[in-house]
């Protein structure tokens, strides 16, 4: 979260649901403090600090920014499971908390521990020894093992996406106003100018910025048929319907986004040029669109789908027709396209980000000539930034709406996730597409320009 979030913001009003009645007292005075082994670790002046349930400190006592580990539990997690997954659950659970936001937290942290040995970080470890390891209950918001899902089905089958789906996005679309902001776009917006800073005016100034983008690369004109999969909560198709007169239909696996969505349409007296459909792309059978938006949702779909799904978005569109592919990519090709851990287990359960050229490749091999790609890496960082903003605003109602804990879920991930399109370990582009005809006309500009 922004660096203005108050101390009281991330933390619960009542103690770890997994305590056992020993928060704030001091370890037999023959034992190490919990923060011993991490003393020679941070900087005495520096700007964070670790405190732990026993009084040890590791760190300047009087840093702006502290890791508060509360609770014998909270090492129990980090012992157990080493790495993000166990940090999650510690956080999640309130048995460890932050001082200073959550987003300048994790940045400081992040600069220790990258200074760290592999030999380093065993040594930790070791030292704080079996006697801190215990077995403790999965907090109830962690997602199955990718095994226990296999149950549902294989990877990306329908029936185990809609359930990854909506263990997402159903969680309340109050949640959602609250955090989103009344655009109730949940992906990267794109800020008109450098200038633009973080208040809300700016993000909805920028949401509608990024669906002007997305309309414009498609060429979009009065009476075209235009169809948005994944569709979310309908921004695309509403702005689309409203600003361009295109007839659309959008299609999405959630449930509550696909009613909030109808009711909104309808609030624009927009309902009688658009559809949203409560269901599987795969399940669209109308073709002869004159375009096709995907904003979030190849982030879905799989690295092994990838050809069935551009193939598939390519016979719904006529010669001619374009397609804005808009999702998070990996920034080189090398790396794994699952998830780690935590976004996994709490997020995005089956989640898969490729890298651009992997997008663009499959692609090209399956129906479409592509003309354009953009990186919006930067303004992903700057909408994140908002969200968390947002969230802290209305910590106390999105608590009430999603629970504490999912709340933290949030705060977490987005937090993380705004350093990581800062640090470039994950981008965002924009991918244009066109079906062209047999004899190769694309119906393209020379040179497009896009107009925003």
Request: hydrophobic share 40%; proline share 5%.
């Amino acid at each position: 979260m922004s660096s203005s979030t108050s101390d009281t913001v991330q933390t619960p009003s009542a103690p770890p649901e997994t305590g056992n009645g020993r928060h704030g007292t001091a370890e037999s005075s023959s034992v190490a403090g919990v923060c011993t082994p991490l003393i020679r670790f941070l900087d005495s002046e520096g700007p964070v600090a670790i405190t732990a349930y026993d009084g040890s400190v590791a760190g300047n006592p009087s840093a702006p920014l502290r890791i508060e580990i509360r609770s014998p539990e909270a090492l129990g997690y980090l012992l157990s499971a080493p790495g993000e997954l166990g940090l999650a659950r510690a956080y999640v659970t309130g048995n460890l908390d932050v001082v200073g936001g959550v987003y300048d937290v994790i940045r400081a942290l992040v600069a220790v521990v990258e200074r760290l040995s592999t030999a380093e970080r065993l040594a930790v470890l070791r030292e704080l020894g079996p006697r801190h390891l215990r077995r403790l209950p999965v907090p109830p918001e962690e997602a199955p093992s990718r095994l226990r899902r296999s149950l549902l089905g294989l990877r990306h089958s329908r029936n185990r996406d809609s359930v990854a789906i909506a263990r997402h996005y159903d969680v309340s679309n109050r949640f959602y106003e609250l955090v989103l902001g009344p655009s109730m776009a949940y992906t990267c917006a794109c800020y008109p100018t450098a200038e633009a800073d973080l208040e809300q005016a700016d993000l909805e100034q920028a949401q509608h910025h990024k669906f002007d983008l997305v309309c414009r690369k498609l060429s979009l004109r009065p009476g075209m048929r235009l169809l948005d999969v994944g569709c979310g909560w309908g921004g695309m198709v509403a702005h689309a319907v409203e600003h361009y007169g295109v007839h659309a239909v959008g299609v999405t696996l959630s449930r509550e986004q696909a009613e909030w969505a109808r009711e909104n349409l309808r609030r624009r007296g927009l309902s009688d040029r658009a559809e949203i459909r409560h269901g599987d792309y795969r399940n669209v059978t109308e073709t002869g669109f004159d375009a096709v938006s995907s904003i979030g949702l190849t982030e879905h779909v799989g690295a092994r789908n990838l050809p069935g799904y551009f193939r598939f978005l390519s016979a719904r569109l006529r010669d001619g027709g374009r397609l804005l592919n808009h999702c998070i990519t990996r920034s080189t090709t090398r790396e794994k396209n699952r998830p780690g851990p935590f976004i996994d287990r709490y997020v995005f359960p089956d989640g898969e980000l490729e890298a651009v050229g992997t997008i663009v490749a499959a692609m090209q091999d399956n129906g479409f000539e592509v003309r354009h790609s953009e990186n919006l890496r930067e303004h992903y960082a700057r909408t994140l930034a908002a969200w968390c903003a947002n969230l802290e605003a209305h910590w106390p109602e999105a608590v009430g709406e999603a629970g504490a804990r999912r709340a933290r879920v949030w705060a977490l991930y987005m937090a993380a996730s705004r350093l990581a399109f800062e640090r470039r370990k994950i981008e965002l582009h924009q991918v244009l597409g066109v079906k062209t005809a047999a004899t190769g006309e694309a119906w393209m500009p020379l040179r497009p320009d896009w107009g925003v």
